[in-house]
């Protein structure tokens, strides 16, 4: 870290050649830093990658503007993310008043490969429902599954994380065209563990009443006023300049401030983390090739 945080940063060479500040945190600026093992409980096992992201910051402004965003930054745990889930489960039988015998609960991925929207999906099976109708035929993936079963009146469509909800949007609008296609009727649904409010306005617009969890504000632009946010974006793209332009998820470019710029401040642990959140929190490699290490994990 930097000497105002640690009496060692002289014994380690600095990362990729990166400029340190010469400045020392303000007493402000250290309880900052010092708070966030109080008021995020995962970051004690990140302490070294949390320390080499505070040594890349050149100035105190990119210092406090990382530990401000640690500080909104939604993590959730097994007992956070299991409330969620019920959360999801409540208003499923009690919000929208629906009954197994007409209801399908579908994970919205209809990819090939992994993705955390199964997760949840299986996750609703254990979850505490009043009516003991609610079972196994009910929980159904991939999507395109259900239009070769028995036709009911509603599909719950659910996810992770919605980001900018883009690809919520047209996962509804394509299987609209198929349940249409084969002459189906549904009420579509939709619901998810945590998204950005902005994704939820998105998905308003195909969905009559989706329902988020967890609603998040981005993370600089819903937090300061005009000119702090132009100033705090600044300093986070000359963080992020630092980081090389390709990584396996994509261009930097693309991720700028988080997938669509979505500024993003959210995981779950043991989960992956959205490509919508600040890639200086999750990226892996700098400018010049060498390997970083970063405080949460985006594959």
């Not at 196994?136 to 994380?161: A, C, G, Q, W, Y």
């Not at 470019?253 to 988080?258: E, P, Q, R, S, V």
Request: hydrophobic share 40%; glycine share 8%.
């Amino acid at each position: 870290m930097t000497q105002a945080i640690s009496s060692e940063s002289a014994k380690q060479p600095e990362a990729s050649g990166l400029t340190r500040s010469p400045e020392k945190l303000s007493k402000d600026a250290f309880k900052l830093v010092y708070g966030l093992a109080m008021a995020q409980p995962w970051l004690k096992d990140e302490s070294h990658a949390l320390g080499e992201l505070i040594d890349e910051c050149a100035n105190l402004d990119q210092q406090d503007l990382i530990c401000r965003l640690l500080h909104r930054f939604l993590m959730l745990d097994h007992d956070a993310f299991g409330k969620a889930i019920q959360a999801i489960a409540d208003h499923v039988q009690g919000d929208l008043g629906l009954v197994p015998s007409e209801t399908y609960l579908v994970s919205l991925d209809d990819g090939k490969y992994a993705d955390s929207a199964e997760f949840v999906l299986y996750a609703l099976k254990n979850a505490a429902w009043k009516d003991s109708g609610w079972g196994m035929l009910n929980f159904v993936k991939p999507r395109s599954t259900v239009l070769e079963l028995p036709v009911r009146k509603h599909i719950v469509l659910v996810d992770e994380f919605v980001g900018t909800g883009r690809t919520v949007m047209k996962s509804v609008k394509k299987l609209r065209a198929q349940l249409a296609e084969k002459e189906l009727e549904y009420r579509i649904h939709f619901a998810a563990i945590a998204g950005m409010d902005a994704g939820r306005n998105c998905v308003s617009g195909v969905v009559a009443d989706p329902f988020f969890a967890h609603v998040l504000q981005k993370g600089i632009s819903d937090h300061a006023s005009e000119g702090d946010v132009e100033k705090a974006i600044g300093e986070m793209k000359v963080m992020e300049s630092r980081l090389a332009p390709q990584s396996p998820r994509g261009t930097l470019a693309t991720h700028h401030l988080g997938y669509g710029k979505s500024e993003a401040l959210y995981s779950r642990l043991g989960g992956n983390t959205p490509n919508n959140v600040f890639p200086v929190f999750w990226w892996r490699e700098y400018a010049d090739g060498s390997r970083r290490k970063a405080i949460l994990k985006c594959t």
